[in-house]
């Protein structure tokens, strides 16, 4: 295969990647303006994993949580729109430290529909180095493009 034509199929493959860690890093980033609520951790738990990102081990976070907007009543169990995964257990420890079960935390709802919450607002690394991966990919196509 000759670097022209690899760059023929490299392109589309890494724009698309690239639109999909663009879109999935704004919905992470629109959390960040949704509105805080208490919430009472029902459970929480450390699961490790394989990591999909990185070659350490990684943790994820799983949990169930309710609060209430306007006399309503919401459960959830999203921690982040962000990387489901957290690569390290830091980072684990620190979240779960932070809420153990049966405490009072805080949830970040989404105005517009008050069923979606998460623990964890914003983007975070992983998200970026994503969306950084994608848009080299497509420098390197273009670059093999006009070669």
């Known amino acids: 295969m000759t670097p022209h034509n690899f760059g023929l199929i490299a392109l589309p493959f890494c724009s698309v990647w690239a639109i999909w860690a663009l879109n999935k890093a704004r919905k992470a980033m629109a959390t960040r303006r949704w509105t805080k609520v208490p919430c009472t951790v029902a459970s929480l738990e450390i699961v490790p994993q394989s990591s999909r990102i990185s070659d350490k081990e990684a943790f994820s976070v799983r949990t169930e949580y309710s ?6 009543s919401y459960t959830s169990d999203t921690v982040t729109n962000s990387h489901a995964e957290f690569l390290s257990k830091e980072e684990v420890q620190a979240l779960t430290a932070r809420l153990p079960q049966g405490s009072v ?6 105005p517009k529909r008050p069923q979606q919450a998460v623990l964890v607002p914003g983007a975070d690394l992983a998200a970026a180095k994503e969306l950084l991966m994608a848009l080299g990919g497509i ?3 273009v670059f093999l493009l006009t070669r």
Do not use: I, K, P, Q
């Open 105 to 110: 935390g805080v949830a970040y709802y989404n």
């Open 67 to 72: 609060y209430r907007v306007n006399e309503t």
């Open 139 to 141: 420098c390197l196509a």
